[in-house]
């Protein structure tokens, strides 16, 4: 359908920062919702931050406000995650996602590969 592909994951101290982008390819298409995604080992994954492009509106949760940022350049198709001041508690998989609408319903379909992000202290 589509591939996503993440890239810029790596190791840095804590109070660093890494940029995280997305590109997709294949076959296009309008989704309801581009975002990001993380997930630890043994735990379940979680939602990061994420656009509705009904509106452009953008959420991102609590644990990242003010630090992490979500962006996107339709042009290139490209999704960003610029993270600031990360934590080791930051330390996962991060996954890009897309999704689309579907008996009404906007629902996460797409997924990247994940690139891990390790944060040490």
């Known amino acids: 359908q589509v591939q996503l592909m993440e890239s810029g994951g790596g190791s840095v101290q804590a109070g660093g920062s890494l940029r995280l982008s997305c590109t997709a390819s294949?076959?296009?298409?309008?989704?309801?919702?581009v975002g990001w995604f993380r997930q630890v080992s043994g735990k379940e994954r979680e939602i990061v931050a994420n656009?509705?492009?009904?509106?452009?509106?953008?959420y991102v949760r609590a644990s990242v406000k003010g630090r992490f940022t979500i962006s996107q350049d339709n042009a290139k198709n490209m999704l960003y995650l610029q993270m600031n001041d990360l934590q080791p508690d930051d330390t996962a998989v991060y996954y890009c996602?897309?999704?689309?609408?579907?008996?009404?319903?906007?629902?996460?379909?797409?997924w990247g590969q994940g690139t891990q992000v390790t944060v040490s202290s």
């Open positions: 656009i509705a492009l009904v509106d452009g509106s953008t």
């Open positions: 996602a897309a999704g689309r609408k579907g008996g009404g319903i906007c629902s996460w379909k797409d």
């Open positions: 294949g076959y296009t298409y309008n989704p309801c919702t």
